[in-house]
């Protein structure tokens, strides 16, 4: 399983979903980078995978940063929690 985080600006709190492949987790992940880049504020739909009907809709221009990572069994695995704002 993948997740792909998005942090909006003003907002402390991330906005996630899941996706079960790494190719489909990829493609959303340049699908918010794309939308991004662009000058123009649109908006930008998301579905999870893990969720049955959780969708995100984000507007691309209060999009600060996005991540993608897979998802182990436990965050104690690695030694660090998953998210923008694990402390070391």
């Given amino acids: ?14 906005l996630s979903i899941q996706k079960k492949e ?3 987790a990829k493609s959303a992940y340049n699908q918010v980078i794309e939308a ?25 221009s209060e999009v600060s940063s996005v991540q993608l990572s897979e998802k182990s069994g436990t965050a104690a695995s690695s030694g660090k929690p998953p998210g923008f704002f694990a402390l070391t």
């Fill in 36 to 60: 991004m880049k662009t000058a123009s504020a649109v908006t930008l739909e998301l579905t999870c995978e893990h969720q049955v009907g959780k969708t995100l809709c984000v507007l691309t």
């Fill in 1 to 14: 399983m993948y997740i792909l985080e998005i942090t909006l600006k003003g907002s402390p709190i991330s």
């Fill in 22 to 24: 790494e190719s489909d």
